[in-house]
C-alpha cells in the first residue's frame, strides 16, 4: 500500500499533541476550546443547517429508494 507522507505527517503531529496531554480527551478538548476563544478567526455553527437532502426533497430519502426508482426506469 502506498505511503502518503502528508497524511503520515499528520499522524505523527495528531500523535504528539495527543501525548502532550496523555491522551486526555478532556484536557485536549478544553485546550482546543481556549485556542477557539483566542483565535480572530471567525467560528462558523452549522449545527442549525439542513442538510442538501432535505433542502431538495422536503424530507430524508434512503438511497435504496433511489436505486429502486433508476431500476424501474431501465426495465
Partial sequence: MH???I??????IREEYS???NHNL???FADLQKQQA???R???NLSGKRSLT???SGRLRDLSE???DANRSTT
Avoid at 497524511?7 to 505523527?12: G, T, Y
Fill in 19 to 21: 501525548r502532550s496531554f
Fill in 42 to 44: 471567525k467560528v462558523v
Fill in 3 to 5: 505511503q502518503d507522507a
Fill in 38 to 40: 483566542e483565535s480572530s
Fill in 26 to 28: 478532556k484536557a485536549l
Fill in 54 to 56: 432535505t433542502r431538495w
Fill in 7 to 12: 497524511v503520515e505527517e499528520i499522524h505523527k
Fill in 66 to 68: 433511489d436505486a429502486e
